[in-house]
């Protein structure tokens, strides 16, 4: 077994991820000024709903979610009741007609590819091409190929290791009954290799697709752990899960789809696990307020242009795990602006 699987990192590598979690997010903001002149159009109104600003711009209403969100967090606008108005740094600096407005500061990005990227995601809730193929799929689609796939599991492996290493310390209790987790779209199954290496008792399955499911293999034999590790090859979606596990895990799987998915994924996790089995969902999350964190709103903004989803808050997944028979425990932060809840089937 390998030791670099037992030893958590001394440091928190959160600055780190944020340099490149972050890159979206000057694009989306310049959009909303120089493209949309948002802030001042609220400004004019004295508050405005998200069905108003939906409707006057044709907007989308998972990337608007996404963006006032964003300016939110970043202290541009303020919700209350269901109303957006503007802050005081919102008013003096993002309204054109203010002496302090900081809007040509950001002509020189409204026009570039991200931008124009950003803009196509606001208008028609459609994933831009970033990093995925030249024919222009999005990211999921990118990843059934196999040279694309293997670049972007080593990206989410590398940082993985730390990130599991802290879920399994922190779930330790939770897990202590567990005989069998079934990471659905593991990945590389840095996850579960990170579980079952700290956790003796413990066993995994890794569901994953054709070709990562290869590279999943690859990974848990260089860890050493393939007689504590299955992986099988499936679509989460449209292929039964593998039987006998007692906890589902899904780490940065949810983020990556809007809510139709993910009440199709819970379901099929109620019904894979028995009364009084457990699930952990691990990944970047809202406060319920979506009004931060700040790293993770910018995140948001990355995932609403490659994926077909956005980072949630606790609230909104405790709605979808209640729905489906489970009771949900509270959250807990991890490391690098992550954490996890858990939940226990009825």
């Given at each position: 077994?390998?030791?670099?699987?037992?030893?958590?990192?001394?440091?928190?590598?959160?600055?780190?991820?944020?340099?490149?979690?972050?890159?979206?997010?000057?694009?989306?903001?310049?959009?909303?000024?120089?493209?949309?002149?948002?802030?001042?159009?609220?400004?004019?109104?004295?508050?405005?709903?998200?069905?108003?600003?939906?409707?006057?711009?044709?907007?989308?209403?998972?990337?608007?979610?996404?963006?006032?969100?964003?300016?939110?967090?970043?202290?541009?606008?303020?919700?209350?009741s269901g109303?957006?108005?503007?802050?005081?740094?919102?008013?003096?600096?993002?309204?054109?007609?203010?002496?302090?407005?900081?809007?040509?500061?950001y002509t020189?990005?409204?026009?570039?590819?991200?931008?124009?990227?950003?803009?196509?995601?606001?208008?028609?809730?459609?994933?831009?091409?970033?990093?995925?193929?030249?024919?222009?799929?999005?990211?999921?689609?990118?990843?059934?190929?196999?040279?694309?796939?293997?670049?972007?599991?080593?990206?989410?492996?590398?940082?993985?290791?730390?990130?599991?290493?802290?879920?399994?310390?922190?779930?330790?209790?939770?897990?202590?009954?567990?005989?069998?987790?079934?990471?659905?779209?593991?990945?590389?199954?840095?996850?579960?290799?990170?579980?079952?290496?700290?956790?003796?008792?413990?066993?995994?399955?890794?569901?994953?697709?054709?070709?990562?499911?290869?590279?999943?293999?690859?990974?848990?034999?260089?860890?050493?752990?393939?007689?504590?590790?299955?992986?099988?090859?499936?679509?989460?979606?449209?292929?039964?899960?593998?039987?006998?596990?007692?906890?589902?895990?899904?780490?940065?799987?949810?983020?990556?789809?809007?809510?139709?998915?993910?009440?199709?994924?819970?379901?099929?996790a109620s019904?894979?696990?028995?009364?009084?089995?457990?699930?952990?969902?691990?990944?970047?999350?809202?406060?319920?307020?979506?009004?931060?964190?700040?790293?993770?709103?910018?995140?948001?903004?990355?995932?609403?242009?490659?994926?077909?989803?956005?980072?949630?808050?606790?609230?909104?997944?405790?709605?979808?795990?209640?729905?489906?028979?489970?009771?949900?425990?509270?959250?807990?932060?991890?490391?690098?602006?992550?954490?996890?809840?858990?939940?226990?089937?009825?």
């Amino acid at each position: 077994m390998s030791n670099d699987l037992q030893q958590n990192p001394s440091t928190d590598p959160a600055l780190l991820l944020r340099y490149r979690d972050r890159q979206y997010a000057p694009e989306m903001l310049a959009v909303a000024i120089g493209k949309l002149n948002l802030f001042s159009w609220i400004h004019a109104r004295g508050s405005a709903t998200t069905e108003s600003i939906e409707q006057h711009f044709s907007l989308a209403a998972r990337p608007l979610d996404v963006l006032l969100t964003l300016c939110r967090a970043g202290g541009l606008i303020r919700t209350d009741s269901g109303r957006h108005e503007l802050t005081a740094l919102g008013r003096e600096h993002l309204v054109d007609h203010s002496p302090w407005f900081l809007g040509p500061y950001y002509t020189p990005i409204v026009d570039s590819p991200i931008a124009l990227g950003c803009l196509q995601v606001l208008q028609h809730d459609r994933p831009a091409n970033w990093q995925a193929s030249e024919d222009g799929n999005d990211w999921h689609a990118s990843m059934m190929d196999e040279d694309f796939a293997k670049g972007f599991t080593d990206l989410m492996n590398c940082r993985g290791t730390a990130m599991g290493q802290v879920l399994a310390d922190k779930t330790g209790p939770f897990l202590a009954d567990c005989k069998h987790v079934l990471d659905v779209g593991g990945g590389s199954g840095i996850y579960s290799s990170t579980l079952v290496a700290k956790h003796d008792h413990l066993r995994a399955t890794v569901l994953e697709q054709a070709p990562v499911d290869r590279l999943t293999r690859d990974e848990i034999l260089r860890h050493g752990l393939q007689d504590r590790i299955d992986v099988v090859q499936g679509n989460m979606f449209t292929d039964p899960w593998p039987t006998g596990a007692d906890c589902v895990l899904l780490s940065n799987v949810l983020h990556d789809w809007d809510f139709p998915e993910i009440r199709t994924l819970i379901q099929k996790a109620s019904a894979a696990l028995p009364s009084g089995g457990r699930m952990i969902i691990h990944e970047a999350f809202l406060d319920d307020d979506k009004a931060g964190p700040l790293p993770v709103a910018e995140y948001s903004v990355l995932l609403v242009n490659i994926t077909r989803g956005k980072c949630y808050c606790p609230a909104e997944y405790g709605k979808i795990l209640a729905d489906f028979g489970f009771d949900v425990g509270p959250y807990q932060d991890t490391i690098a602006d992550r954490g996890f809840i858990t939940a226990i089937k009825r």
